[in-house]
């Protein structure tokens, strides 16, 4: 547990001495009538999927309204990230870890329903860890369409969202499942529209994205510079500092708004 925090110090350190000053932050943008309007016929043509309560906490997946052990943890971390994306007038989000089972998409997850439970936000959780994607199981749902389809121009975007039930301001893209290839889809100019697409319809949305672990394949590399940030999950006891070093030099040029510390046994309540 030491020698994780003190990576992470050392990280955190390392990182904002490299760092020039930032530029004054561009003021938030008010959404218009038109884009409201929009939002809405989006919703309300959006396929909406049945979820089960017992699935869901076995999963890991916490209620619409945060409630339960957990709901205090993400509405921290929620809380948090807002205020960081808004400094900068950001709305996308990669979420990643340095090696598999850190607990990189129960963060994602549950962070985009802490967001989407916000008054003045909606969210929408993209599902690229097209390797071993797992977004959808989490839910227990099963999609007609997936993300994959959209990146490769064989489906709109608008037919492979789904709205899990009593989640009323969540959106998913999930996969349906492994894809050959991954990075270099993701590396795809229309990858790149995808991404802009998302960035730029919705001004009060916050995109959250479920990337590969960083040092397992080439994929996170391949699409992080197109989000505005990361955030990094780690989980105590699973993750080893040389590799969150690794993680951390392998994106410096990606700007990281904080690193999450999955699993602490010091309390209930996630790290950050």
């Known amino acids: ?119 003045n936000h909606t969210a929408l959780l993209v599902d690229f860890d097209l390797r071993n994607p797992s977004v959808h199981q989490r839910f227990g749902i099963e999609p007609d369409i997936g993300v994959e389809q959209c990146l490769r121009g064989e489906a709109a975007i608008c037919d492979a969202l789904i709205n899990p039930q009593e989640y009323r301001k969540l959106l998913l893209l999930p996969a349906r499942g492994p894809v050959k290839n991954s990075s270099e889809l993701l590396a795809s100019e229309r990858t790149r529209q995808f991404t802009r697409e998302i960035k730029e319809r919705y001004a009060n949305r916050v995109a959250l994205f479920d990337l590969p672990p960083v040092l397992g394949a080439d994929d996170a590399l391949a699409f992080a510079p197109q989000v505005d940030a990361a955030l990094i999950v780690v989980g105590e006891e699973r993750t080893h500092r040389e590799d969150l070093l690794r993680c951390f030099e392998i994106l410096r040029n990606i700007p990281i708004i904080g690193t999450v510390l999955n699993g602490s046994r010091a309390d209930a309540s996630l790290a950050y």
């Open 1 to 119: 547990m030491e020698r994780l925090k003190k990576a992470l110090d050392l990280a955190r350190a390392e990182r904002d001495a490299q760092r020039l000053a930032a530029a004054p932050a561009p003021q938030p943008t008010e959404r218009s009538a038109a884009a409201n309007t929009a939002e809405t016929l989006v919703l309300s043509h959006t396929r909406i999927a049945s979820t089960d309560p017992s699935v869901l906490r076995a999963n890991g997946v916490m209620p619409a309204d945060c409630s339960g052990p957990m709901g205090h943890a993400f509405k921290m971390l929620r809380t948090q990230v807002l205020q960081r994306l808004r400094q900068r007038g950001w709305n996308t989000l990669a979420v990643l870890s340095p090696t598999p089972g850190e607990g990189k998409t129960h963060v994602a997850t549950n962070l985009a329903i802490a967001i989407a439970g916000d008054t």
